[in-house]
């Protein structure tokens, strides 16, 4: 079973704090990693994607991958209230295209 | 970003009826769609790789007579939930990459509740 884990939250952060979002994986030879946002209500939005070890960043949001922990993370700098969201990982294991994605972890941005 | 629409973006149905739910991709084509179904509080679940002029492929305990799935063209894929029942009612959202295996987006989603 390939499987995409997460922790369900919520993460409580004051605003402007850095938020830590933590993703693991289970298939060794996976290529390539998302991280979506998704609103109460709303369908999945791509914030990040990456594909090789290290660091990533855009803007605010930087993605770090380490293949050989099966680790994949995302920071979010001066959080903001209105990025309070559920933040998917996802991961495609495989030719096939397929997303797996974990759970979500529930963000909770404090004014 | 790649723009993916979907139509209708919330219907209301009687058990017993069929509901179909386009999925466009606006600015790209795509010869892969995706099919998720997301349930209150619970994360998305694949139910189907639509394939641009061949047949559908479906996820484990997924009913291929239930969820029709065509996609007739490069920009176009429909679901349709034939004979739905309450337990049908949930959050119906596609996806497509315009440069598989890269990024995919999101349509908007179709909220089903049968009554």
């Known amino acids: 079973q390939k499987e995409v884990e997460q922790n369900s939250g919520p993460l409580s952060v004051p605003e402007g704090a850095i938020a830590s979002l933590n993703c693991t994986y289970s298939?060794?030879?996976?290529?390539?990693f998302f991280w979506y946002r998704q609103y109460s209500g709303k369908s999945p939005e791509l914030i990040m994607s990456i594909y090789s070890n290290g660091d990533k960043e855009d803007g605010r949001f930087t993605a770090q991958l380490n293949k050989a922990s099966q680790y994949v993370s995302l920071l979010i700098r001066d959080s903001q209230p209105s990025d309070s969201a559920t933040y998917l990982c996802?991961?495609?294991?495989?030719?096939?295209?397929?997303?797996?994605f974990g759970s979500g972890t529930r963000l909770l941005v404090r004014p | 970003g790649a723009v993916v629409s979907q139509h209708p973006s919330r219907v209301i149905c009687k058990s017993g009826t069929s509901v179909k739910i386009e999925c466009r991709s606006l600015?790209?084509?795509?010869?892969?769609m995706f099919w998720y179904r997301q349930f209150p509080k619970q994360s998305l679940m694949l139910m189907a790789t639509?394939?641009?002029?061949?047949?559908?492929?479906?996820e484990q305990g997924v009913e291929k007579d239930k969820f029709l799935i065509n996609h007739a063209s490069l920009t176009l894929s429909t679901l349709t939930v034939t004979s739905a029942h309450p337990e049908d009612s949930s959050f119906y959202i596609c996806s497509a990459s315009p440069t598989p295996p890269g990024e995919q987006y999101f349509g908007p989603g179709t909220r089903l509740t049968v009554t």
């Open positions: 996802a991961v495609m294991m495989d030719s096939s295209y397929k997303l797996i």
């Open positions: 639509s394939n641009e002029g061949s047949k559908a492929t479906y």
């Open positions: 298939d060794r030879g996976s290529q390539s």
């Open positions: 600015d790209f084509q795509a010869t892969t």
